[in-house]
C-alpha cells in the first residue's frame, strides 16, 4: 500500500465518446462506450457494449479471461464445441482465459452488458473468424 495520498479518477458522463464496432470483429450494429482503462501497471479495461438485433462478435478468446455483466435485453453465447446458452439483463458470465467463444443480441432483442478485461501486452482480445450466418442462425433456434 502506498503511503502518499491518493485521489480518485472519476470520468464524468459523456466525456468519452461512443465508437462503432469495428466490422473486421463484429457483424451488425454495435456500439462501444469505453468505462474504464487503468494506467499502467494496472490492466483492466471495461467497455459498456450494445448489440443490435442480430448483431454480434466474431469468435474470440481473451488472454486473462472476460466477465460479461448484462445490463439490458437478451443475447447468446457460445463457447467453441459447446451448445449456445441464452443471456439476459441480470445474468453475469465469467469466460475463462484462452477459451474461444462469441456472444450478440438475439435476432429480435437488443442487449446490452457491461465487458471487464485485462490487458496482456497491451491487448485483450484475440479476434478469430466471424460467426457465420448459418451459425448464428442455428445458436439462435438452439438457444430458445
Known amino acids: 500500500m ?3 495520498r491518493m485521489d480518485l479518477t472519476i470520468r464524468k458522463c459523456g466525456s468519452q465518446p461512443s465508437n462503432k464496432g469495428d466490422p473486421r470483429f463484429f ?3 454495435v456500439r462501444i462506450d469505453p468505462l ?4 499502467e501497471p494496472a490492466r483492466v479495461v471495461a467497455a459498456s457494449v450494445t448489440f443490435e438485433p442480430g448483431a454480434r462478435t466474431n469468435w474470440h478468446f481473451h488472454p486473462l479471461g472476460q466477465l460479461l455483466i448484462v445490463t439490458y435485453g437478451c443475447g447468446i ?3 467453441w464445441g459447446n451448445p449456445p446458452r441464452k443471456i439476459k439483463a441480470g445474468d ?3 469466460t ?5 467463444h462469441w456472444h450478440g ?3 429480435t432483442t ?3 452488458h457491461i465487458a471487464i478485461q485485462e490487458k496482456l501486452n497491451g491487448k485483450t482480445a484475440e479476434w478469430l473468424e466471424r460467426v457465420s450466418d448459418k451459425e448464428y442462425e442455428e445458436a439462435q433456434s438452439a438457444s430458445e
Do not use: H
Open 2 to 4: 502506498r503511503n502518499e
Open 27 to 29: 457483424v451488425g450494429n
Open 36 to 39: 474504464y482503462e487503468a494506467d
Open 77 to 79: 453465447i457460445q463457447t
Open 92 to 94: 453475469v458470465i465469467w
Open 96 to 100: 475463462p482465459p484462452g477459451v474461444k
Open 105 to 107: 443480441a438475439t435476432a
Open 110 to 112: 437488443a442487449m446490452t
